[in-house]
């Protein structure tokens, strides 16, 4: 059963539970517009002097997955909101990002077989698809701008989570191509499926994957890429991988799967995460 918690830390590659908060910050038993199994792979975003979390709520009813909202003042106490966005089909991993003042997610959408990009109006509770940006059954996309365009990797296995591939254009809605060094990882379960948010640091540049060995959802390690540019591509592991682990007790006992760290206003470092108890 995957829950959601708090890191805090000096750094995003050294983090730990946030001493303020009780984590999980949020479990199934939260969600209370349709019922639960589990919440997972959470991202933030910093609105109106708000933090607004978007989720995947597993619902135990249709067995699919559906987004939901949480709000925070402070981001270590949160209330759930509602479900915000819904399909006839499973939905996780809902990527949120601003870009020129409008808030956009990139949920996984499986089954559709695409990449599909939807927009927030109004934020944070209506969501409306506004453009496919990559065709293929692509887990965990994973969007950034960096060098002047935009970037998508995704794991291009969803069901043995080996391969890696990245996408890139100049345009959010633009022309998207497949990188030439792709796929940039294949045959290695360790390295391969995305697990959070990309991160632009200046001129630094952070992925962080997840380690599916010997089961999924086992960690997080993190890769500094130290080449990107529209034929180029070199990564190296960060020496701090890896990111997060299974704690061996409590709620994340079993493993952890996604991370989502932002610099906040105190020069200190908060993220949303999940873990996972396995029976």
Same mark, same amino acid.
């Given at each position: 059963?995957?829950?959601?918690?708090?890191?805090?830390?000096?750094?995003?590659?050294?983090?730990?539970?946030?001493?303020?908060?009780?984590?999980?910050?949020?479990?199934?038993?939260?969600?209370?517009?349709?019922p639960a199994a589990f919440v997972a792979d959470p991202f933030m975003l910093w609105v109106n002097d708000n933090w607004y979390l978007f989720f995947e709520v597993m619902n135990s009813r249709s067995r699919k997955?559906?987004?939901?909202?949480?709000?925070?003042?402070?981001?270590?106490?949160?209330?759930?909101?509602?479900?915000?966005?819904?399909?006839?089909?499973?939905?996780?991993?809902?990527?949120?990002?601003?870009?020129?003042?409008?808030?956009?997610?990139?949920?996984?959408?499986?089954?559709?077989?695409?990449? *599909? $990009? !939807?927009? /927030?109006?109004?934020?944070?509770?209506? =969501?409306?698809?506004?453009?496919?940006?990559?065709?293929? @059954?692509?887990?965990?996309?994973?969007?950034?701008?960096?060098?002047?365009?935009?970037?998508?990797?995704?794991?291009?296995?969803?069901?043995?989570?080996?391969?890696? *591939? $990245? !996408?890139? /254009?100049?345009?959010?809605?633009?022309? =998207?191509?497949?990188?030439?060094?792709?796929?940039?990882? @294949?045959?290695?379960?360790?390295?391969?499926r995305p697990g959070g948010r990309v991160l632009v640091l200046d001129d630094r540049v952070i992925r962080f994957t997840q380690d599916c060995y010997p089961i999924y959802g086992t960690q997080i390690r993190a890769?500094?890429?130290?080449?990107?540019?529209?034929?180029?591509?070199? @990564?190296?592991?960060?020496?701090?991988?890896?990111?997060?682990?299974?704690?061996?007790?409590?709620?994340?006992?079993?493993?952890?799967?996604?991370?989502?760290?932002?610099?906040?206003?105190?020069?200190?470092?908060?993220?949303?995460?999940?873990?996972?108890?396995?029976?």
């Open positions: 059963m995957w829950s959601i918690g708090i890191y805090t830390g000096e750094s995003p590659f050294k983090l730990a539970p946030a001493p303020e908060a009780r984590n999980p910050v949020l479990s199934w038993s939260a969600v209370s517009d349709v997955g559906e987004i939901g909202c949480a709000l925070s003042a402070d981001g270590l106490r949160w209330r759930y909101q509602q479900i915000v966005l819904a399909e006839p089909f499973h939905l996780s991993y809902p990527y949120v990002f601003t870009w020129q003042g409008e808030h956009y997610m990139i949920p996984e959408t499986l089954p559709c077989k695409a990449v *599909r $990009l !939807y927009k /927030a109006d109004p934020f944070p509770t209506n =969501w409306s698809c506004v453009g496919t940006l990559v065709k293929g @059954e692509l887990a965990d996309p994973s969007i950034f701008h960096f060098a002047g365009r935009w970037w998508l990797f995704a794991c291009a296995t969803p069901y043995q989570h080996d391969t890696l *591939r $990245l !996408y890139f /254009a100049a345009d959010l809605l633009g022309d =998207w191509r497949e990188h030439p060094a792709s796929p940039i990882i @294949e045959g290695d379960q360790r390295i391969a890769f500094e890429i130290s080449t990107l540019t529209p034929t180029s591509y070199r @990564e190296q592991e960060l020496p701090e991988s890896p990111i997060l682990q299974a704690s061996g007790k409590g709620w994340n006992r079993s493993g952890m799967h996604t991370i989502d760290p932002h610099l906040t206003g105190s020069g200190q470092w908060l993220a949303c995460v999940d873990g996972v108890i396995r029976e």
